[in-house]
């Protein structure tokens, strides 16, 4: 016995030098020297990581993104690295000071966990802990509750609480949204005061609206109409969208109007006419048609859509494609009420790509509309509808800008008029934007029966002209295409509320879109 004894004793003491040994974490060692107490030297990380485990089971149900949250504290050991860095900073007091004022964003700021992460920052502050075992829960606590809304917090101020392509049918700008890795990112951050300064959005327009919004509340008009439409217009701004360049075209669908934007100046503006409405009862209606495939029950959709894209090129003396929509519903009984529409109308009909010699003689009762077995392109001239210009940019949707050939259009105030494409008010003037060269503009001049501007090409357009007038050897008019110097980004969009020159500018819900963004936003208010 008295053997195993002495055995025994020196283990022990080789137990208990251990302990000496035992190195404290950081965040025992911050605490300890902050607070001037020796029990968070005694701060153990395995027991720790299992009460962390067991808070972070409990509040999971109430997290945004437990799984990232979850992945990110499994894969850094689950140190508290929140607490450790920014507790005795100030950087946690600074993070829930700008979660207190996130109303300036129109966000409710429960929404971010406030009341929870100032009881957890309060419960550590004033520590009244008497073992090592009461402070790992309040750590822990805070931790969770301050990655929350610290995420939460970046992904709503930094990218909007919509993902507006899921939204949205029609919207087909590549949006930035957050992630794992970004939100990983700011749990990683170094400098918690400048990440938060960093995630204010800075734009010129946002801050506009962030104080009309202001203005609007102290004035008690904050559940009014109009700050509604300013909240969601702050929205659009949240959104990261493709970084336009120096030089961009934005179409805004409310305003009727296009912008040429040069840095900050405005190159050029102009009115346009952009798509029509969609009926009344449309989400009825086309549940009617799925089910009857009768095209008598199909409502219309003529929506522009909202899109990014670069104009490449302009066709001169456009051929007009017809879309079979417009085929179907106009075309089909044109023809069938007037024989010679077609061809007074500069229409060939295609059957199988091959075009039919004398589309006249068709006789059209004997097709169904949903049924037509005919393509048709509108010739190029004076007649078209696509005008003299038309306006290239990849989309997957045929959307493109043209001129018109009927420009009454443009004189009225709700110009949401046109089958989805735009058309531009000044389209020489544009191509001409687009060009960016006097001798291929002076080329582009001609092809449309304009003189150059340069006076030395006059024989040329002469010549031109002379071949055109020529009835004995039949001129037929063609396309003509000319390629953009660069590339010019174009952002179809969509904004009814926006400063100018000092004054707020609110447009109509011409889509009623501002509706649908706001059914989705209003619970986050």
């Not at 802990?129 to 969770?144: M, S, W």
């Not at 008009?221 to 120096?246: C, F, H, Y």
């Not at 004997?366 to 077995?373: D, G, S």
Request: hydrophobic share 35%; charged share 25%; net charge positive.
């Amino acid at each position: 016995m008295k053997k195993l004894l002495f055995l025994l004793i020196p283990f022990c003491l080789l137990l208990n030098a251990c302990s000496w040994f035992k190195e404290t974490p950081e965040i025992g060692l911050v605490l300890a020297k902050h607070f001037d107490s020796k029990i968070y030297k005694d701060f153990d990380t395995a027991e720790y990581n299992v009460v962390f485990k067991q808070r972070f089971d409990a509040l999971k149900g109430k997290l945004t993104n437990p799984n990232t949250i979850k992945n990110f504290y499994a894969s850094h050991h689950e140190e508290p690295r929140l607490v450790t860095q920014f507790f005795i900073s100030g950087g946690l007091d600074t993070l829930t000071a700008y979660i207190a004022r996130v109303d300036a964003h129109g966000y409710n700021p429960e929404l971010f966990r406030l009341e929870e992460l100032k009881k957890a920052l309060e419960a550590l502050s004033v520590n009244k802990f008497k073992t090592i075992q009461e402070v790992y829960p309040a750590i822990a606590d805070l931790e969770l509750n301050a990655a929350e809304s610290l995420t939460k917090y970046d992904n709503f101020v930094s990218y909007g609480s919509v993902n507006p392509r899921k939204l949205f049918s029609r919207y087909y700008v590549p949006v930035k949204r957050p992630d794992s890795v970004s939100m990983s990112k700011v749990m990683e951050t170094a400098d918690i005061q400048g990440l938060l300064k960093e995630i204010q959005p800075a734009s010129k327009q946002y801050l506009a609206l962030q104080r009309k919004f202001a203005a609007l509340k102290s004035a008690g008009l904050e559940k009014s109409d109009q700050a509604k439409t300013i909240l969601v217009n702050m929205e659009r701004l949240r959104w990261k969208l493709p970084e336009m360049g120096k030089e961009y075209v934005e179409v805004n669908i409310p305003d009727f109007s296009l912008t040429w934007f040069s840095k900050e100046d405005t190159l050029s503006h102009m009115k346009v006419c952009v798509g029509g409405k969609r009926e009344d009862g449309y989400a009825e209606k086309i549940a009617r048609y799925l089910k009857s495939g009768n095209l008598d029950d199909k409502p219309k959709n003529h929506e522009t859509p909202i899109l990014y894209s670069k104009l490449n090129s302009i066709q001169v003396n456009p051929i007009w494609n017809i879309p079979m929509s417009i085929a179907r519903n106009e075309i089909y009984w044109m023809a069938r009420k007037d024989p010679y529409y077609l061809s007074n109308s500069n229409i060939n009909v295609y059957r199988n790509g091959k075009l039919i010699g004398e589309p006249d003689t068709i006789q059209w009762s004997n097709y169904q509309r949903e049924k037509l077995p005919y393509q048709f392109k509108q010739g190029s001239g004076n007649g078209n509808a696509l005008g003299k210009f038309k306006f290239i940019f990849d989309n997957g949707s045929s959307i493109y800008l043209h001129d018109t050939n009927n420009k009454s259009g443009f004189a009225k105030a709700n110009r949401a008029i046109s089958h989805g494409c735009i058309r531009v008010e000044k389209p020489l003037e544009f191509a001409q934007n687009l060009v960016k060269d006097k001798n291929r503009y002076d080329q582009l001049r001609m092809e449309v029966n304009l003189p150059p501007l340069d006076t030395t090409k006059m024989a040329l357009y002469r010549k031109k002209l002379a071949k055109k007038a020529d009835t004995v050897n039949l001129f037929k008019l063609k396309p003509t295409w000319f390629g953009t110097k660069k590339q010019v980004p174009l952002i179809i969009n969509y904004i009814t509320a926006w400063s100018q020159n000092g004054t707020m500018q609110y447009r109509a819900d011409v889509y009623g879109l501002d509706e649908t963004l706001w059914s989705a936003m209003r619970k986050f208010m």
